[in-house]
């Protein structure tokens, strides 16, 4: 099975901060990842496709990118709602397996 | 606009089973995989299988193979997930999905 290593499990960063999350796979996945955020009691959203595609609707400020098996998500400058849990998904093979989350919360 | 709507919440007894559903509207069922996605609370996304409506091939993961059963209706657009032989470690929301869009969640209390 291909592991996906998602860090950090937990951050808190201010308002405006740049903040970015990282998925390690360890196989090679191409760039077959999606990440999703969920907020509390909510089902989980698309945010990027393919590893860097921005999803429609979803604001400019979040972006993804591929560094060999590192896979990132990144928040350009934080706002308030986008207090939530990021997950990773890898679908290049089954079983299809996500990272273990990121909660990210506010300072 | 697509939506999958789900089944209610359920209340189980240990070693029982239960079946969950998720009708699908507002695209050809048929053309997407339908997905089931585990999440215990306040934990992560575990991935359980997949069914492809057209002819209802599935593809588990190794440690959903005898607990969970996918089918789909074409003719209702409804995919379903049975659970059998619950246990404790059961109790978690239940997600269809085809990854663009989410069923939003069934959750499954295994309690005597």
């Known amino acids: 099975d291909i592991q996906m290593t998602q860090s950090p499990s937990s951050m808190s960063a201010s308002l405006g901060d740049r903040v970015t999350i990282t998925c390690q796979a360890s196989q090679d996945i191409g760039n077959n990842l999606i990440w999703f955020q969920q907020k509390p009691g909510k089902s989980p959203r698309p945010m990027i496709y393919?590893?860097?595609n921005l999803a429609n609707g979803v604001p400019s400020r979040f972006s993804g990118s591929r560094s060999g098996s590192d896979y990132s998500l990144t928040i350009s400058s934080l706002e308030s709602e986008d207090m939530a849990d990021y997950h990773c998904?890898?679908?290049?093979?089954?079983?299809?397996?996500f990272g273990s989350g990121t909660k990210l919360e506010i300072k | 606009e697509v939506l999958l709507q789900q089944s209610g919440a359920e209340l189980v007894r240990p070693g029982s089973s239960v079946k969950i559903s998720c009708k699908a509207s507002g695209y050809t069922f048929t053309d997407y995989y339908m997905h089931w996605v585990k999440q215990r609370p306040e934990q992560g996304l575990v991935w359980i299988g997949r069914?492809?409506?057209?002819?209802?091939?599935?593809v588990y993961a190794e440690k959903f193979k005898s607990k969970a059963t996918l089918t789909a209706d074409k003719s209702s657009n409804t995919a379903y997930m049975q659970l059998s032989s619950l246990t404790s470690e059961d109790t978690a929301t239940y997600f269809c999905?085809?990854?663009?869009?989410w069923g939003q969640g069934v959750m499954v209390t295994v309690s005597s």
């Open positions: 998904l890898q679908y290049k093979q089954y079983p299809l397996t």
């Open positions: 393919y590893a860097t």
């Open positions: 999905t085809n990854f663009d869009y």
């Open positions: 069914i492809n409506p057209a002819n209802g091939n599935t």
